[in-house]
């Protein structure tokens, strides 16, 4: 299997060129849920230790449906599909452009939530015009364990968000560890507590905002396996940006910046979307190709589909 992995801001996506498995033609919402459904083991094997990590995402690229996009693009954790993923997005775009598959300039990529625009800047810079992003819930009180009462909104940024600015600790790197222990805590709240996006949909992320020396905010994101995103998380940062935009805090087209927990950045900005309180994020970031692999599965590899937690 044929990969190239790279990093976004410091978090990382492995892009899997060849030996993938066959998921036909139909939607990409469709081959998303069939690559879920029948390939289990192999999403695990990419993403999993040992040839993974926990915060690894997985970009298969498949043909599109729509033929003016430059690919069509499946992404998985270590435990499922995401509907988009901001990161890997960069990611994606600077391993096409390493490739010599795109050129500077706007690309469209299908995904299984909808089309996303990537506009290549340099060889290590992109931005990405997400899908629409919306406030479903301002406001929720949620009353979680050894915590209190934290308020926080349920937002969709291309993944489901609750955003709190009720800080169990300050977001420092030090703190990653009970961040991650309270952040798991409040996503066992909302589920307890019967909270959920759209559709019945489970909220999987969980974002901290606090203040920044540098940035507009620094944030802690709680990713669906459990380890938190290195980077300022690109849907976390829309489902942020709709909820400032519902707020009436920040403007379209002003300029947001967010830095993560290890002080990495994204430059942000929204246009009006089709209806009121929806919008279009813009999220403008780095990335660099760190490998050009071929992974190998050994007949007798005991851990060929990963180290199941
Ligand atoms: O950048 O959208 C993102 C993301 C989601 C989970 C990890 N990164």
Known sequence: MRVIDSHTEGEPTRVILSGGPDLGMGSLAERAERLAREHGDF????????RGSEALVGALLVPPSQPDCAAGVIYFNTVGNLGMCGHATIGTAITLAHLGRIAPGQHRLETPVGVVTIDLHSPQEASVT??????????VRLEVEGLGTIRGDIAWG???FFITRDLPRALVPAHIEPLRAATLRIRTALEVQGWTGTGGAWIDHVVLIGPSQQADAR???LCPGGSHDRSPCGTGSSALLACLAADGALSPRQEWVQESIIGSRYVLHFNP????????????????????AELKFAADDPYAAGIRP
């Open 158 to 160: 291309g993944n489901w």
């Open 219 to 221: 944030n802690f994101v």
């Open 130 to 139: 997400n899908v629409e992003s919306y406030r479903l819930h301002k406001d």
């Open 273 to 292: 979307g089709s209806e009121v309180g929806r919008i279009v994020p813009v999220i403008r970031g780095r990335a660099w190709v760190t490998a050009e």
């Open 43 to 50: 999403c695990s094997s990419v993403v999993l230790e040992p």
